[in-house]
């Protein structure tokens, strides 16, 4: 069941003491109510991780060896400026929202149409898992003809939200748990994908 905007707007004001819904700052309540959607907007925040030119020949995907500041360049952007996003770039970007979900919740990230009509295309993990803890790393890409300004506090996304059944409690423990900026994860084969690299590869 996806949850509406007054029902997320009640957990955020009256939280379970014990495993609340948090969304900070907190969003304008009575507007939620009354915009009688099912999803809460979140806000661009100030850092931004860019790729950059670099001596590397690839990215090591078999040894996953490849660090974040081998080929990204980590830049704060401070309210009041703009970062613009040139046609065909890609930047990595963060909510202003800090976000808690509770252990039976779950959630995922969907761009405002509103932006997509103008070529940034908006884009994350493809579900936020119980128990998240943190600000949302958003993935922009301008696949428009012109440079789109992009400033920190504007609405960019929307966070949908829904209950999940289950027996256990199931909690997100990925590294990018309690991050405040925009990071990379090592970009590695599973051991599975390994076996299988090495044993066609010797054939």
């Known amino acids: 069941m996806i949850y509406k905007a007054e029902l997320i707007a009640g957990l955020i004001e009256n939280p379970d003491e014990k495993d609340p819904l948090v969304i900070v700052p907190r969003p304008n309540l009575t507007d939620l109510r009354k915009s009688g959607s099912v999803s809460v907007d979140l806000r661009l925040g100030t850092w931004f991780v860019t790729p950059r030119q670099s001596r590397m020949s690839h990215l090591d995907i078999i040894g996953g060896k490849t660090t974040q500041a081998q080929f990204t360049k980590t830049s704060y ?112 084969l599973d051991p599975v994908a390994k076996k299988l690299f090495k044993a066609y590869r010797m054939t």
């Open 77 to 188: 952007v401070p309210f009041g400026s703009e970062y613009y996003l040139h046609p065909r770039s890609f930047v990595l970007g963060v909510t202003l929202e800090w976000v808690r979900l509770p252990k039976d919740f779950a959630g995922y990230i969907v761009g405002k149409s509103s932006w997509g009509r103008c070529g940034l295309i908006i884009a994350t993990a493809a579900g936020v898992h119980p128990g998240f803890m943190g600000c949302l790393t958003l993935e922009l890409s301008n696949i428009g003809e012109v440079p789109i300004p992009i400033i920190p506090g504007m609405t960019i996304c929307q966070l949908f939200l829904h209950q999940v059944k289950q027996g256990t409690n199931a909690v997100d423990r990925s590294g990018f748990v309690g991050q405040r900026q925009p990071i990379l994860d090592r970009i590695a």
